[in-house]
């Protein structure tokens, strides 16, 4: 089976912070492989920008380099390569000063009548900084768009700022909040599962639905990230964002089509139909963690404070148990949790159904699991659905929890994309199904401030756990009191 390759329009795609990480593991490559599948047309253009003083072979051969390093041999093809070597120009500017940016006027200016994409891979204190160089330069055409990477603020208050200086340059249109896990092939075919099947959706709700799970797991630390995640921590990191994301779209109402604004109408809705959490309640239902050390598949680990070389506080793990207050799930929870060194690299959606009201099989026959539905969207992607068979072969009736499972890498014969290829593409497309609107942004985080306050006035310790483990205790306590256990098995 093979899919189907839309070209897209030429572009120019700006990229602040060209020199800095995310461009060079992630967008770099996603560009590269549009230009393999052939989804680029001419004249495309990428343009790195930074302060770094660098010619444009100079950059050519930093993009060769990164090419090399995080693609595989084979999709390094010598007269691709070239081509998209060709694509790739570099201007030095700075953000907080007008150096440079007289130069990326004129490089832009050859191609003023393409859509134009300004992607900011860089730190939010200077979005606004950006901004408003490129409307004082007069950057913005018709065709022009913006691209932020998260975090959109660290509480409400902040995101509400940024968002204001932002939206004071352009149009909420033009404004593409990434969330680079909205990109990934899984989410999206939870979408398809649940509104392209009969089978799910009559079942969708807590007549049929005993709870959900949400794990968004890391095995590694911090990874270069020191300066960055103690100030944040795993709530504002991971749960704000990605974490809210997927339980918007496994929560929310059939949208009247797939158009941007009836799907993140759908998904504004749920966000500010979750319980409140505050003083009163956050210890029942919130568990902060800090990973000490221990073991990982490469071997022995420092812990979190050894690694930052300073005594914190702030919680790499976080687990929740949430609700929503309306028709479809009353009385349904939402455990959710993530964090860093874990005992593996997962991310899954987990979907578990009641239990049969009444057995009429014998003892003998075993124990009878209740159905699940499992969306693993990393490091595997696949749909597995848990269910009960009888076991094969003569003796009476015995059953087993045995799962359908459908791996993508094995059920399509093309390869999956990187998130940040489809996501980048649909800037160029001006399609925001998959970004996150402002109002989505601020209501997550109305939800969150209540959180980070009542941790901050009850002085809610950041318990320890072993690396290499599932978390603290705490975190298997908060979903076994009610019963149930968090999901851990392929």
């Known amino acids: 089976m093979s899919s189907q390759i839309i070209p897209v329009e030429p572009f120019d795609y700006v990229v602040f912070g060209g020199t800095g990480d995310l461009a060079e593991r992630k967008l770099l490559p996603a560009l590269y492989h549009r230009q393999l599948a052939g989804q680029l047309t001419e004249p495309t253009r990428i343009i790195g920008a ?38 790739i120009f570099y201007v ?56 932020v990477e998260k975090p959109i603020g660290r509480d409400l208050a902040s995101a509400q700022a940024l968002n ?16 680079h896990y909205l990109g990934k092939e899984t989410v999206q075919n939870l979408m398809a599962l649940r509104f392209a099947n009969a089978l799910y959706e009559p079942l969708w709700n807590s007549a049929h639905i005993d709870h959900v799970q949400i794990t968004v797991a890391e095995s590694v630390g911090l990874e270069g990230r020191v300066t960055y995640y103690d100030k944040a921590g795993a709530l504002r990191d991971m749960v704000q964002n990605h974490i809210l994301q997927l339980l918007c779209l496994v929560a929310m109402e059939a949208p009247s089509s797939l158009d941007a604004e009836a799907v993140r109408d759908e998904k504004l809705k749920v966000l500010r139909s979750l319980k409140p959490i505050t003083g009163a309640n956050v210890e029942k239902r919130t568990v902060r963690g800090q990973y000490r050390a221990g073991a990982s598949a490469g071997g022995p680990v420092n812990g ?9 506080d702030t919680e790499t793990f976080v687990a929740i ?44 026959a075993g124990r009878i699991e209740a159905n699940k539905l499992v969306i693993r969207l990393q490091p595997d992607e696949g749909v597995k659905q848990w269910l009960m068979i009888k076991d094969p072969g003569p003796g009476g009736m015995r059953l087993r929890h045995v799962s359908l499972d459908m791996s993508f890498a094995q059920a399509f014969e093309v390869r999956n994309p990187d998130a940040y290829e489809r996501l980048l593409m649909d800037v160029i497309r001006s399609n925001q199904t998959l970004f996150m609107r402002r109002d989505e942004v601020e209501a997550a985080w109305n939800w969150v401030d209540p959180i980070l306050k009542a941790w901050e006035e009850i002085g809610q310790k950041a318990q320890g756990y072993t690396s290499g483990t599932w978390g603290p205790s705490q975190a298997i306590a908060l979903i076994e009191r009610d019963g149930r256990t968090w999901h851990e098995n392929d």
Do not use: C
């Open 92 to 147: 030095a500017v700075d953000a907080k000063s007008d150096q440079g940016w007289p130069q990326l006027k004129t490089l832009l200016d050859a191609g003023k009548d393409i859509v134009r994409a300004f992607y900011l891979a860089v730190s939010p204190s200077i979005f606004g900084d950006i901004a408003d160089k490129i409307r004082d330069h007069k950057l913005i055409t018709k065709s022009t768009r913006i691209v």
């Open 304 to 312: 979190y404070q050894e690694e930052l070389e300073a005594a914190s």
């Open 321 to 364: 148990k949430t609700e929503i207050n309306n028709w479809r799930w009353a009385g349904v929870p939402f455990y959710l949790r993530t964090g860093k060194r874990l005992a593996s690299r997962m991310s899954e959606i987990v979907i578990a159904f009641k239990p049969i009201p009444h057995s009429i099989f014998g003892e003998g």
């Open 50 to 87: 930074s302060r770094t003083a660098m010619t444009d072979d100079e950059y050519r051969q930093y993009t060769l380099a990164a090419l090399k390093e995080h693609l595989k041999a084979e999709e390094l093809d010598e007269a691709q390569l070239a081509k998209f070597l060709a694509r």
């Open 164 to 179: 204001d200086t932002i939206g004071k340059v352009f149009k909420e249109e033009q404004i593409f909040r990434i969330d």
